[in-house]
Structure formats: C-alpha cells, structure tokens
C-alpha cells in the first residue's frame, strides 16, 4: 500500500440544495465555507457545474472559483467539474488561464462528460457521446495549455482554427488536471491517456458493474503506459460523504432528516436513481452502514480512511462531498473537528507532539524533582538570602 506522507484534504461542492430556500442566501453559505475552509487550512476546494433538476445550483465554476478566490488566501479552486461537452474546448482552456492568472496559481481544472441527463437533454446531447465528447476536448485544452504552435481541429461539434492561447498558463509547466471518475473506467482511461489527476466521486457500488478501487487504479495505470504517461497516487482522490460531532449519536441525528431527503427527493423521486427502499430518517444509518458515508466522530471517520486507504493500495487526497444537511451551526463545526483531529494523523504533524510528549512523561519523576528543588532553593532564597549566598 502506498500511502503519502502528507495527504491534501479538500471539499467537492456539487453543491446540494433542497427547492424551496432563498438560492442567494444558499451560494453565500457554499462561498462561507471555502472561506472557513481556507482558515482551517484545507488544500482544495471543487466546483460543480449543473443547469437544471433544481438541486446543484452553480452554473459556472469558474464564475463561482473568481468570487472564492477574492474572500480566500491560500486554498486551491478547482473546477468539480467542468462538463466538456457542453462547452468549446478553447474557452475552457482560456477561461481557466485567466483565471489561474487572477488567482495566482490557485486554478486546478477538474473535468467530466456531464452528470445530469437532464443537462444532456437541453443542450442536445446524445448521452452516449459524451465520454468521447470529454476525451476529445481534453486532449485540445491540454495541447493549447502546453504548446504556442496554432491548432487546427475539425470535429463533428467544434472547430478550431490556428487557435493559440494569448495568456500562457500562470503556473509552470502548466494547469493542473483531474478527470472525475464515478463508478465506470472512463474516468480514469482519460486520466491515464493524459496523465492527470483522478477524482472518485463514489466509492463502487453495483450501479452498472461493481468495479473495485484496485481495479480502477491498475485500469488507469495500464493506460497510462500505452500512452507513455505516468498515473501517481498522490493525484488520486476519493470523495466521501462526512459529516461529525462530539459523539456517533449527536453526528447521526445532525443529519438525519436533511440526508434523508437528499436521498429520496433529489437522487431518487427527481433523477431516477435508485435510493434504499426505507424512511428518509433511517437513510444516514443505511449509508454509514454500507461503508458509503462517514458520520460519527473524528476517530470514526479516521478508520474510515484507512480502511479506504487498505481498499484501494493507496491515494493521496480526501474529499469531502459538501452536503445542505444540517445547520449552518453544525456544519461549520464538524469541518473544524476535521480539521483539528482527523487532518493530522494523515499529514505527520503529529508526529513531533507525541515524541516531546513521550519523551516528557518518561522523565516526569526526575522532571518534577528538578522542578521541586528549583522552587525550593528560590524559596530559601527569599526567606534566608544570606544562607543561600554561596
């Protein structure tokens, strides 16, 4: 198993918005947390695009990312994802180069065939096409990021012709990349054909055909050697539902009602996936207990990412999936607790504070009589100062 020594921890916002609230006021509370995330010292930070199903509300990540980049320092932005179909490559790539120049650097670009049929549907997509549709783009953006020479493509949906990129990108060699990966191999076969990042949005279920983490990784790795590319484990990350209190019972009932009905009306009753067949307040029990969500304490959601870490022989980023599910108060919170207690045992920072700790309380004996003598002599010092004149 390869394991990094300092994971990068991050949040993949879809975002997730049950209708019926003030949209204004939900974007202001996605655009709270990236701030509280920036603070705590989270890595990255995803966007998502979606157009329609009433739920996912941000249409242009990179419109979102500019607004998040002016209230943040340090984390990064990522696009999670951009749905390449639905837009020309050349304007992908030179959004997101004038984007990395007004961030200085702080651009990630996440891409995907789109997640949404229904976006599919209004924008006369054949939902088939739609992986090759990404592949195609990709290897255009890539090319225009990396090389000044003109290109010309004729595709059967775009055309480019001698296009050059006036901005290069501001960070060196280049934009950073991450396929989104779901449950099939597409994800990670365009990952490995170019050399990117992976993001895997789920951990597999039988959806389609239940393909192991191991396995999806060797896919990527095979693919990446035909094409003379190189996967690293330090560029995957796995996306995972969290949410933690100061106890497993608190955690639970934070989130039973608003999980439940993400679950049942949003992905079941409104796209047509399947959802367990039960109440929406026994939905977070069902998924904590299939492995598939992490709610509990800190130390919960630790041995969750070491079993992932034991499922998959290795990644090198965490995501958390952000969720409307709870209160503000609440949600906020259990961000901080991640921070705090989980963050560290995956970075080495720990590893200091227990050694001193450990090397203290081995002398703690002899410690506490230095300490005892010291305060002694001072005393004696006071009360008889010529006694204590040597």
């Known amino acids: 198993m390869t394991v990094p020594q300092r994971m990068k921890f991050g949040v993949f916002m879809a975002p997730f918005h049950r209708p019926g609230e003030n949209p204004t006021l939900a974007l202001e509370r996605d655009l709270e947390i990236i701030q509280w995330l920036d603070v705590l010292g989270f890595d990255e930070a995803y966007i998502g695009e979606h157009h329609s199903a009433g739920w996912e509300t941000i ?37 997101l180069t004038l984007l990395d ?25 054949d939902p088939e096409r739609q992986r090759e549709m990404m592949d195609e783009s990709l290897g255009v953006i890539i090319r225009l990021f990396e090389s000044t020479e003109p290109l010309t493509v004729k595709s059967d949906w775009f055309e480019l012709n001698e296009g050059i990129l006036q901005l290069r990108p501001y960070q060196q060699p280049s934009i950073p990349v991450a396929v989104a990966c779901v449950q099939s191999p597409a994800g990670v076969i365009l990952a490995g054909k170019h050399g990117a990042g992976v993001l895997s949005l789920s951990i597999p279920r039988d959806t389609v055909r239940q393909t192991s983490l191991k396995e999806l990784w060797s896919i990527g790795e095979e693919t990446a050697e035909k094409h003379g590319k190189t996967l690293r484990r330090e560029d995957w990350s796995l996306v995972v539902s969290v949410h933690l209190a100061e106890s497993r019972k608190e955690a639970m009932d934070d989130i039973r009602t608003g999980s439940g009905r993400e679950v049942l009306e949003y992905f079941g009753a409104t796209l047509g996936h399947p959802a367990p067949k039960l109440p929406a307040d026994q939905i977070v029990d069902f998924m904590v207990d299939h492995n598939q969500w992490f709610v509990g304490t800190p130390d919960d959601c630790i041995a969750g990412i070491e079993r992932l870490q034991e499922l998959s022989g290795g990644f090198g980023g965490f ?50 009589a230095n300490r005892i003598a010291g305060l002694k002599r001072a005393t004696e010092a006071y009360y008889n100062p010529r006694e204590s004149v040597v």
């Open 101 to 125: 120049h007004l961030t200085r650097g702080r651009v990630i670009l996440g891409v995907g065939p789109g997640a949404l049929a229904s976006d599919a549907l209004m924008f006369g997509i």
């Open 59 to 95: 249409g242009s990540p990179e419109v979102f990312m500019a607004a998040a980049a002016e209230r943040t320092r340090r984390i990064k932005l990522g696009s999670g994802v951009i749905s390449l179909p639905y837009h020309h490559p050349y304007m992908v790539a030179h959004r």
């Open 319 to 368: 995501m958390i999936r952000v969720a409307d599910w709870a209160t503000r108060e609440k949600t906020l919170h259990s961000y901080e607790l991640f921070a705090r207690y989980v963050m560290p045992r995956f970075q080495g920072t720990l590893a200091g504070i227990h050694a001193s700790n450990q090397w203290a309380s081995a002398r703690k004996e002899g410690l506490q």
